[in-house]
């Protein structure tokens, strides 16, 4: 898929994953503060961003934010890397992962001998061991009510895409190395990444330690919902600790948290200001930056980010793209701008537990008054003329399948506003309907306001549920609808289950379709490319069929930077604009 207008030598970027390449929530916003400056490789880059850290730890629910997986990203060990094409690399950096067998699928993933913690400890198994229980849901045994609550059983690490793979306990364990056999195929098996935290750090924090963490996930059974065992009170306080104790609005005093594997460890934050990182002097991987500081700045107003790169006070911008954003950067002097389309889209869903959306008739009555061309036009057309309304729940545009799944996934039924067949089908009903939405993005606010304004032609009352906290109220479920976009890592097919299995913690909407879901789980298992296309067809069909909700528009990327910022190149992923961070030089 070529997404961008502007592209270098491919470049390597590291996947931002602890197990499977997730989907990723795409805006908060926050305000400014102050820069510094260094000789040679102390030299410090500043860089602007639209939102406010909210947490180290991305892959829970409430953590699983852009910006919290762009930190993660830069200061935690991978095995996985992806080009600027997309193409997944494996990144020797941390070490080897390499595939044993197809059948059964095993999987063996080995340390390099010198890698190690910024704290100066060895990255051993034990780490591995910790990466994959958190990232697997081996030991889960919960069962969940239809509203997410656990009625039985007991649910450890809480991910904000419900672990779409099975696997046996670890085999071959050695200091340096494990290997995991799946119990079943699995699609993506290459962006599988059992590592986030060090075991050593986790153990202390939880009130244990590493050698009772290990007995414990030794001795705790597999999960069975049908037979639950009894807590494992060791792992359970382990798993606690890693749902919530990386959650921080402020530097941590307890300097532990901050323990990277990667090439860089965070140093300082000035909360709603800036976050700074720097080397990590433990790493000896390839990718070592150029730099002594990274100053990543919290602008949440495109505007001031455009400001602050013209008087220098930032080296480089990544703001909400926007006409006036655009038309700012092309008028400024010393400024470079790359432009090209993110692997994410900005979209409305429908939340199936409201009372409202009961009714299927008032869901598709309300889609109906949803103006998608005039929200492209008013958001997207003036930075790209060629864009186009987005058809598809799982498809982006440009990539393989998207055209195929249009002609038949009945997107057309919602192609154009239809206000008569809105009233006809709420048949005098007057139903009023709550978003939420982010307060802080003008993109946002403007669709918001184009779907309020259309809604009332048929009759519906579209209330004002908005909030600059809005991510953190997604789960909640206290609104009728929501709009905000997803951010995809670029690679593998996790997001599907998080999106459209019955249950899964990233399913937001609580959309449940038995069928929809049913095939959702089967994708992670289907190898054949043609058949894994077919699935996703029927579900991305059931969506508009359902009135799941609409897609809106894929999101339009937008980097720019003053001349004194070499190697930066566009790429659409999650990762944004730090994806190749090392081959920066100022």
Same mark, same amino acid.
Request: net charge negative; charged share 20%.
């Given at each position: ?6 592209r ?6 590291v ?6 390449? /997730?989907i ?14 260094g *000789?040679? *490789? ?12 909210? *947490? ?54 080995t340390l ?15 780490d ?5 229980a ?15 609550k656990?009625?039985?059983? %007991? ?16 085999? $071959?364990?050695?200091?340096?190395s ?45 999960g069975?919902?049908?037979?639950p ?20 609005t ?18 300082a ?27 990543? +700045? ?8 455009? %400001? ?7 080296d ?13 950067? $092309? ?14 889209? $900005?979209?409305?869903?429908?939340n ?6 009961? $009714?299927?008739?008032?869901r ?7 103006? +998608? ?25 440009g990539? @393989? ?8 996934? !009945?997107?057309?039924?919602y ?18 309907i709550?978003i939420?939405?982010n307060?802080?993005?003008?993109? +946002?606010v403007d ?10 032609? /048929? ?18 479920? !206290? ?14 097919n996790?997001?599907?289950p998080q ?10 909407n609580?959309?449940? !379709? ?9 994708t992670?298992? %289907? ?5 894994l296309?077919d ?6 069909k059931?969506?508009?069929d @359902? ?8 999101s339009?990327g ?20 730090f ?5 920066w030089?100022?």
């Amino acid at each position: 898929m070529n997404i961008t207008k502007k592209r270098g030598r491919q470049l390597l970027g590291v996947v931002a994953l602890a197990g499977a390449a /997730a989907i990723a929530l795409a805006g908060c916003t926050t305000s400014p503060s102050a820069t510094e400056s260094g *000789s040679s *490789s102390n030299k410090t880059v500043t860089v602007a961003q639209v939102n406010e850290v909210t *947490s180290f730890n991305y892959n829970t629910p409430q953590g699983n934010l852009d910006m919290n997986g762009m930190i993660n990203y830069m200061t935690q060990p991978q095995f996985v890397t992806l080009g600027s094409d997309y193409k997944i690399t494996p990144n020797t950096d941390l070490g080897t992962m390499k595939k044993i067998s197809d059948d059964p699928l095993t999987v063996k993933y080995t340390l390099n001998k010198d890698a190690k913690w910024s704290d100066g400890k060895a990255i051993t198994s034990d780490d591995l061991l910790l990466g994959w229980a958190q990232a697997s849901g081996y030991y889960d045994s919960a069962t969940q009510d239809a509203d997410g609550k656990v009625t039985s059983g %007991t649910q450890y690490f809480s991910l904000a895409s419900a672990s779409p793979f099975k696997t046996d306990y670890p085999s $071959d364990i050695t200091k340096t190395s494990i290997t995991l056999t799946y119990k079943d195929p699995y699609v993506d098996w290459n962006l599988v990444n059992p590592i986030q935290f060090p075991a050593h750090v986790v153990a202390e924090e939880a009130g244990t330690t590493t050698s009772d963490l290990l007995k414990a996930l030794k001795d705790t059974p597999a999960g069975d919902p049908a037979k639950p065992a009894a807590a494992n009170e060791t792992l359970k306080k382990v798993a606690d600790f890693i749902n919530t104790g990386y959650d921080k609005t402020s530097l941590p005093s307890d300097k532990k948290l901050l323990v990277s594997g990667g090439p860089l460890m965070v140093s300082a934050w000035t909360p709603k200001q800036s976050m700074t990182l720097v080397p990590n002097p433990e790493y000896t991987g390839s990718h070592k930056v150029n730099f002594g500081k990274l100053v990543v +700045r919290f602008i949440g107003d495109a505007n001031a980010q455009v %400001t602050a790169l013209q008087n220098g006070e930032v080296d480089a911008i990544q703001p909400q793209a926007s006409a006036d954003t655009v038309k700012a950067l $092309d008028e400024a002097s010393g400024v470079k701008v790359i432009e090209g389309s993110q692997v994410a889209y $900005d979209h409305l869903d429908l939340n199936f537990g409201a009372s409202v959306f009961k $009714d299927e008739n008032v869901r598709k009555a309300f889609l109906l008054t949803i103006p +998608r061309e005039q929200i492209l036009k008013s958001i997207v057309t003036p930075i790209n003329k060629d864009a186009k309304v987005l058809d598809s729940q799982l498809y982006l545009p440009g990539q @393989k399948g998207y055209e195929e799944s249009v002609k038949s996934n !009945d997107s057309d039924e919602y192609s154009k506003v239809d206000i008569a067949a809105a009233k006809k089908l709420l048949n005098g009903a007057t139903p009023s309907i709550k978003i939420l939405y982010n307060t802080e993005n003008p993109n +946002r606010v403007d669709t918001f306001q184009a779907i309020q304004a259309s809604a009332a032609k /048929a009759g519906i009352k579209v209330v004002d549920g908005g909030s600059p906290d809005w991510s953190s109220l997604l789960a909640g479920g !206290d609104y009728d609808a929501s709009i905000f976009g997803w951010v995809n890592p670029g690679a593998g097919n996790a997001a599907i289950p998080q999106l459209f299995q019955t249950n899964n913690s990233g399913n937001y909407n609580k959309f449940s !379709d038995a069928e929809a879901s049913k095939l959702a789980v089967e994708t992670q298992t %289907t190898l054949d490319a043609s058949k894994l296309d077919d699935m996703k067809q029927q579900i991305d069909k059931i969506a508009f069929d @359902k009135a799941y909700g609409l897609p809106l528009f894929q999101s339009p990327g937008l980097f720019a930077t003053g001349s004194n910022l070499k190697g930066v190149e566009y790429f659409g992923g999650q990762t944004g604009i730090f994806w190749n961070v090392w081959d920066w030089k100022k």
